[in-house]
């Protein structure tokens, strides 16, 4: 299953670099936006998202939406990742080609030790966070919260969605509409770094967040209005 997993992730790659992903790594995320078109992009995108094992860039890779539109929600996400990359412990990346943000705080920032409680320090970067979002109304946010490999799943994923769901609560304190927040707790499923070493675990213990276009900004892009 692995060799076919391997085969099917290459096959994959190569339908990229054929349509010009490569070419566009280290572009802006307006160029980026714009680069893979609807149908292609969102095919491609969900087979990567599931022979990676990472629900949430699964999600995001297969919605890409490309073309005229996609450039310009890729402009308005390059401003709002601006912003955000001002925020102290918070790691902002452009995700889903341009057309999505990815903000990762890591767990240590956030929480206590097999706490879920939020530390003032995190509540100070939430705080900021928050009104990023409402200043970038047209936007949904889709909270994960990560372990590392420490512990069994009857005491990883329970912490995992507890910590997620703090995040999610807080936000909405703030003023955040809660019908733009979901919260989902994936427990040691995903790691990003190696489990072996004291430092793999610090990373995967983390809190993502990524920000995607909803509905009314995708329409204002298609209508050509959206600034």
Do not use: W
């Not at 390059?78 to 999505?100: H, M, S």
């Not at 920000?211 to 209508?223: D, F, G, K, R």
């Amino acid at each position: 299953m692995k060799i076919l997993n391997f085969i099917t992730a290459g096959i994959l790659c190569m339908c990229l670099l054929f349509s010009g992903c490569e070419a566009i790594q280290n572009t802006s995320s307006t160029v980026k936006g714009g680069a893979i078109g609807t149908g292609a992009g969102a095919a491609v995108g969900a087979g990567v998202g599931k022979i990676a094992g990472n629900t949430g860039v699964g999600a995001i890779i297969g919605a890409v939406i490309g073309g005229a539109t996609g450039a310009l929600i890729g402009h308005k996400m390059d401003k709002q990742r601006k912003e955000l990359e001002k925020i102290e412990g918070a790691k902002v990346e452009a995700a889903n080609n341009g057309e999505a943000i990815k903000v990762t705080f890591e767990s240590g920032i956030l929480f206590a030790t097999n706490s879920s409680t939020l530390s003032n320090a995190s509540k100070a970067s939430l705080t900021r966070f928050a009104e990023s979002l409402k200043t970038n109304a047209d936007t949904n946010v889709e909270i994960f919260g990560h372990t590392d490999i420490t512990g069994s799943d009857a005491i990883n994923i329970p912490l995992s969605q507890q910590r997620a769901a703090s995040v999610q609560v807080y936000l909405i304190s703030q003023g955040i509409n809660s019908g733009r927040l979901i919260s989902y707790g994936k427990g040691s499923a995903e790691p990003i770094a190696s489990n072996d070493t004291p430092t793999g675990r610090a990373q995967n213990r983390r809190v993502e967040i990524y920000i995607l276009a909803n509905a009314q900004m995708i329409q204002a892009a298609q209508e050509g209005n959206l600034k």
